[in-house]
């Protein structure tokens, strides 16, 4: 329960103990969620891997799908491309080139300006 966020009082309540007595013998157990948590991931994975050795294809999917998030959020997978810009015609290539080429920054800017 306390891989579910769940706090004392809830804990003690389904375990039918006070949470006082909970905090006694389950210390170590509360001190530490995230473990807990890791504890429950473990179990359920290794319960799906049983499933996958039987040859359970719905399994088998969430296997690959549960890799395909780790790669990303792990960064092994390479990111996206960006979109490449749509390519011109000669036309309007050579309206964008003249553009560029009158600028005053431009190679025949500072020439066309006198």
Same mark, same amino acid.
């Given at each position: 329960?306390? $891989?579910?966020?769940k706090?004392?009082?809830?804990?003690?309540?389904?375990?039918?103990?006070?949470?006082?007595? %909970?905090? @006694?013998?389950?210390f170590?157990e509360l +001190?530490?969620? /995230? &473990?807990?948590?890791?504890?429950? &991931?473990?179990?359920?994975?290794t319960?799906?891997?049983?499933?996958?050795? @039987?040859g359970?294809?719905?399994?088998?999917?969430?296997?690959? =799908?549960r890799?395909?998030?780790?790669? /990303?959020? $792990?960064?092994?997978?390479?990111?996206?491309?960006?979109?490449?810009?749509?390519? %011109?015609?000669? =036309?309007?290539q050579?309206?964008?080139? $003249?553009?560029a080429?009158?600028? &005053?920054?431009? &190679?025949?800017?500072?020439l /066309? +300006?006198?």
């Amino acid at each position: 329960m306390a $891989a579910f966020d769940k706090n004392e009082e809830q804990i003690a309540a389904a375990l039918s103990i006070s949470a006082p007595t %909970l905090r @006694k013998h389950y210390f170590r157990e509360l +001190r530490s969620r /995230l &473990e807990a948590r890791q504890r429950l &991931e473990g179990k359920l994975l290794t319960a799906l891997l049983a499933e996958v050795d @039987k040859g359970n294809v719905s399994a088998i999917d969430k296997v690959f =799908k549960r890799l395909d998030r780790h790669d /990303l959020a $792990a960064g092994y997978v390479g990111k996206p491309k960006a979109a490449k810009p749509p390519k %011109l015609g000669k =036309k309007e290539q050579a309206v964008v080139d $003249a553009a560029a080429a009158t600028k &005053e920054d431009g &190679e025949w800017g500072s020439l /066309l +300006r006198h």
